[in-house]
C-alpha cells in the first residue's frame, strides 16, 4: 500500500528559528509535492520534485529518492509561516496522489 | 488571473437534495481532480479527470459523480447527500500532475453540511 507519512504532527517554535518538516513515502514515486494550507482553508503549492533540491524565498525543499524522503525547510520562519504543511506523493502509475496528514506548524513573535 | 473557481463557498442543504459544485479554471489545464478534507483523515481524492470525458474514481468515490464535457469546467455532482458527505472540497487543476516542473493550483474550497 502506498503511504506518506508526515512528521512532527505538530511544530511550535520562536520567530527566527531555522524549521525543517519530514515526509515519508512507501514506495517509488513519480514526484512529491508541498502545500501550504492557511487557517483559512486556501491551500497552496509550494514545491513539486522529483530529485534534489528547489528554493524559493525562505522555502527549501529536498528529496532523497534512495531512502524515500523529503525534507521542507523554512530559513528565519516568521508569524505568517504558520500554516498546516502537507506533503503529497503523485503516482504516474495511477495518476494518484497520496496525502500526508500535515504538520501544524505555529511561529510565535 | 490564472486560478481555478470553485462555487458555492459555503453550502448548508439537506439530506436527499442533489446538488452540484462547480469548478473552472482558466489555464487549459488538462488534469483536474477533487478532493474532500476531513479533520484526522487529511485529503483524499474523489474523482480525477485526465482529459475531457475521461473521469475515474479516487479513494473515495461513493456517492459522488463528475463529468468533464469541456476542458475548463469539472462538476461535482452530489445525487442524494448525506450527512457523511459534510466535509471541506477542494477541486485542483495541474497541466502535467507528475512532472516537477508543473504544480497544481487549487481552488478556495467548499465547506459544505448535509443535515
Known amino acids: 500500500k502506498n503511504e506518506v507519512e508526515q512528521s512532527p504532527q505538530n511544530l511550535t517554535a520562536q520567530e527566527g528559528e531555522f524549521i525543517t518538516i519530514n515526509c515519508s513515502y512507501s514506495?517509488?514515486?513519480?514526484?512529491l509535492h508541498w502545500l501550504q494550507q492557511h487557517p483559512g482553508g486556501g491551500i497552496v503549492s509550494l514545491f513539486m520534485l522529483s530529485s534534489g533540491k528547489k528554493k524559493h524565498g525562505r522555502l527549501i525543499a529536498t528529496i532523497n529518492i534512495q531512502e524515500k524522503h523529503s525534507s521542507l525547510h523554512i530559513t528565519a520562519s516568521h508569524p505568517r509561516d504558520s500554516a498546516v504543511y502537507i506533503c503529497?506523493?503523485?503516482?504516474?502509475?495511477?495518476?494518484?496522489?497520496?496525502w500526508g496528514a500535515g504538520t501544524k506548524l505555529i511561529i510565535k513573535p | 488571473e490564472a486560478q481555478v473557481t470553485q462555487n458555492p463557498r459555503y453550502l448548508i442543504t439537506v439530506t436527499g437534495k442533489k446538488l452540484t459544485v462547480t469548478c473552472s479554471q482558466n489555464?487549459?489545464?488538462?488534469?483536474m481532480s477533487w478532493y474532500r478534507q476531513d479533520p484526522g483523515l487529511g485529503l483524499r481524492q474523489i474523482y480525477y479527470s485526465m482529459n475531457v470525458e475521461v473521469t475515474d474514481k479516487g479513494d473515495v468515490p461513493e456517492g459522488y459523480k463528475v463529468s468533464r464535457k469541456e476542458k475548463r469546467n469539472f462538476p461535482l455532482i452530489l445525487e442524494s447527500p448525506s450527512p457523511n458527505q459534510t466535509s471541506l472540497y477542494f477541486c485542483a487543476s495541474s497541466l502535467n500532475p507528475g512532472h516537477q516542473y508543473y504544480g497544481y493550483t487549487f481552488g478556495s474550497g467548499t465547506r459544505l453540511t448535509v443535515v
Open positions: 489555464m487549459n489545464h488538462e488534469y
Open positions: 503529497a506523493a503523485y503516482y504516474n502509475s495511477n495518476y494518484q496522489l497520496i
Open positions: 514506495v517509488g514515486i513519480s514526484a
